[in-house]
């Protein structure tokens, strides 16, 4: 059974947006065998641009139900159906994240005409839909309401079943994975139960060992990737896997934290970054007697770090290195004052201009060491200071909490945000701490916040 959905919304974010109108057309693969449409009370006002888009307006959805009066209907219509759209990415991360808000999974199957009709009807000059229904001369009452767009796409898609195999269309379902190349014991069905959320996921051998450790922003699409992918790594991993688990997190801040320590506590034979739970070499600085201050590459040993000031950890010298000549080049800092030419007077690049000659006094202490202080910030991956970070949660009712205090990542946890203000004693209280120290760690969370993601960020 096929349930061929359109939806009209608030806006093009599901996560941020609502469900303004929606229509079902139930199809058993040779007729229509039921038909569902409604407007929907988005419980929010609709964009003027979108009311001139689709036609509807405030006023049309203002005595219309709420989606939770309509989910139970929606549930029934959709059970062991496959979930089929124009563009399906989009409709369906509506309806998902709808039911997400009222606490409820929702996981079907999906299947996008517009990826059939590029397969089945190659050559065209553009697959939306409003071309589509001119290239085959649909006539629809109305285009942008989702009943219409409906049944346009039921249109096409009866003709693309005219054209197609069964097992073709089967093949586009499960994102091109046939069940003889799935690893033993993961059947499709096992795949379609994995939620399409944010979070960490594991593989295990036959033996229940975790041979990879992965996150996703969409677990259940990034499994299915992974068994489609005929590389030595996917071949590997075919063979090996017998089992799968995950654990949702809702932020990606969480899920990349959680990943990396994951890796370092399990040491998963497959995985080969971030399986360093110690770093072993350190970029240092010191003050030499001219005043000018000096960095040194070398490995983190109790003598350097009586001597030496250090500025950054590394898995490895050779990467503490390599960091370091990109960054002396970009500030165009003297090679031999840091230690990367061994020349007992002008280094090599000031004969090229790329030195402004502190290695023979040419450029004074007080501003060599100024740009000196730029690169150390650009270099230091530690963190500073005591701050909550506040990002999305597993579910509407809930927020993930990162904390970092002393500069010291100190662990995540979850609150429910329902009951309003939650303090900082709250929120620290929610954290569990890391089962182990990893490195990475700081890393993570400054990039992830110097993304400028949507979090919050609060002090303490």
């Known amino acids: 059974m096929y349930a061929i959905i359109d939806v009209e919304t608030t806006g093009g974010q599901a996560r941020y947006e ?7 057309v139930l199809h058993d693969g040779n007729r229509v065998v039921d038909t569902f449409s409604t407007l929907l009370n988005p419980e929010r006002s609709i964009p003027w641009n979108i009311t001139r888009l689709t036609g509807i307006s405030d006023e049309m959805v203002a005595d219309a139900p709420k989606f939770y009066e309509v989910a139970k209907q929606i549930v ?17 991360s509506f309806v998902r994240e709808e039911f997400a808000r009222l606490g409820f999974t929702f996981t079907r199957k999906q299947l996008c005409t517009v990826r059939l009709t590029r397969k089945v009807f190659p050559g065209l000059a553009s697959y939306s839909l409003s071309n589509l229904k001119q290239h085959f001369g649909i006539r629809a009452a109305r285009s942008h309401r989702a009943l219409d767009d409906t049944l346009a796409t039921v249109n096409i898609f009866e003709r693309i079943l005219a054209e197609q195999e069964g097992d073709a269309i089967r093949q586009f379902i499960n994102h091109g994975i046939k069940e003889t190349k799935l690893p033993k014991n993961i059947t499709l069905e096992r795949l379609h139960e994995v939620p399409e959320a944010c979070g960490v996921y594991y593989l295990h051998d036959e033996k229940g060992d975790v041979i990879y450790v992965g996150k996703s922003l969409n677990i259940r699409k990034r499994l299915f990737e992974h068994f489609a992918d005929f590389s030595p790594k996917g071949e590997k991993l075919r063979n090996g896997v017998s089992d799968i688990s995950y654990e949702a997190t809702g932020s990606e801040l969480v899920a990349l934290l959680h990943e990396s320590a994951e890796i370092k506590r399990l040491q998963p034979q497959v995985n080969r970054a971030q399986r360093t739970r110690n770093f072993a070499g350190g970029i240092f600085t010191y003050l030499d007697q001219g005043g000018y201050r000096c960095f040194a590459v070398g490995k983190r040993t109790a003598r350097n770090a ?3 000031d250090l500025v950054a950890d590394y898995p490895k010298v050779d990467s503490a290195r390599m960091h370091l000549q990109s960054v002396v080049r970009q500030y165009e800092l003297c090679y031999r004052l840091s230690n990367l030419d061994a020349s007992d007077h002008a280094c090599f690049h000031y004969s090229i201009k790329k030195c402004r000659g502190a290695c023979i006094g040419r450029e004074a202490p007080e501003t060599y060491n100024e740009r000196v202080e730029e690169a150390m910030l650009v270099l230091n991956k530690r963190l500073s200071g005591n701050y909550l970070i506040i990002d999305q949660g597993r579910n509407e009712a809930e927020k993930a909490v990162v904390g970092v205090q002393n500069g010291a990542y100190i ?16 929120l620290l209280e929610a954290l569990s701490p890391p089962l182990i120290r990893d490195p990475d760690a700081a890393r993570i969370i400054r990039v992830y916040l110097e993304g400028q993601k949507a979090v919050q960020v609060i002090k303490f």
């Open 18 to 24: 609502r469900i303004t109108e929606i229509a079902i």
């Open 76 to 92: 029934q219509m959709t059970e062991g159906a496959v979930f089929v759209a124009h563009n399906v990415a989009f409709d369906y």
């Open 411 to 426: 662990g995540y946890g979850f609150v429910d945000h329902q009951d309003g203000f939650i303090s900082a004693e709250d």
């Open 306 to 308: 009586q001597h030496l």
